[in-house]
């Protein structure tokens, strides 16, 4: 399809364990963006790549949490040792090019992937 | 502390009346503001965006007026449309950088 996928759509696992979730940006799409939806939040940043750059990592809430992207294109957050707290919908976003000069490149995101730890 | 704020967790209206959607923020900073619309088991999708240097923009049904003073924003849709039932959230940012700042989102239901 043309649009960003995410997998799996749904999540259901036990506390402790570890857990990986991919997402398949738009093809060509330089920027690619992590968000975490908990319970009656808003969505909140965790982690965005701009092609061979650095990423920036700052919304990542604990070092559990960790995130690559392959060859500029697919990407998984993993979460290690998951705790009931990290249950959210987690939602993959892409743009074409990331930050430009003149404004906020529209995201384009995924179905999400619902997390539920047990 | 919340720098983007929906205040009304869900708003019913009448299918052919007006919607208004409301958001506030609260950080001088931001200067570019957009709206998403969310369907069940879908991904936010982009409505309308506002640049601070204006105080109005204007899609089709859907309308996004900027208060900079007030700081808030609130966008419009009229005629609205079953088909506008959603969880519409706005969201902040600062022209040039990549994080926006989502609000906890409003649910629209429109009323046939």
């Known amino acids: 399809g043309a649009g960003v996928s995410q997998s799996p759509s749904n999540k259901v696992t036990e506390k402790g364990k570890d857990v990986e979730l991919r997402c398949d940006p738009i093809?060509?799409?330089?920027?690619l963006y992590w968000y975490r939806q908990s319970l009656g939040q808003g969505l909140e940043f965790l982690i965005y790549f701009q092609g061979n750059s650095a990423p920036d990592k700052s919304g990542l809430p604990s070092d559990r949490f960790s995130a690559e992207r392959t060859g500029g294109s697919v990407s998984t957050l993993t979460i290690q040792r998951t705790q009931q707290e990290d249950s959210a919908v987690y939602l993959c976003a892409s743009s074409l090019l990331g930050p430009t000069s003149g404004g906020i490149e529209t995201q384009y995101f995924g179905p999400g992937t619902r997390l539920l730890v047990l | 502390d919340q720098q983007v704020k929906q205040n009304s967790p869900s708003l019913s209206v009448q299918e052919g009346r007006i919607s208004i959607l409301n958001c506030d923020y609260t950080?001088?900073?931001?200067?570019?503001f957009l709206w998403y619309k969310k369907y069940p088991a879908e991904g936010p999708t982009f409505l309308i965006s506002?640049?601070?240097?204006?105080d109005k923009n204007e899609d089709g049904r859907f309308t996004v007026f900027l208060n900079k003073s007030a700081k808030h924003l609130s966008l419009h849709i009229v005629p609205s449309q079953p088909g506008d039932s959603a969880v519409y959230f706005c969201a902040a940012g600062v022209a040039g950088t990549y994080k926006y700042i989502f609000g906890t989102g409003t649910r629209l239901k429109v009323l046939a």
């Open positions: 506002i640049s601070s240097i204006k």
């Open positions: 950080n001088s900073m931001f200067d570019y």
């Open positions: 093809s060509g799409h330089t920027a």
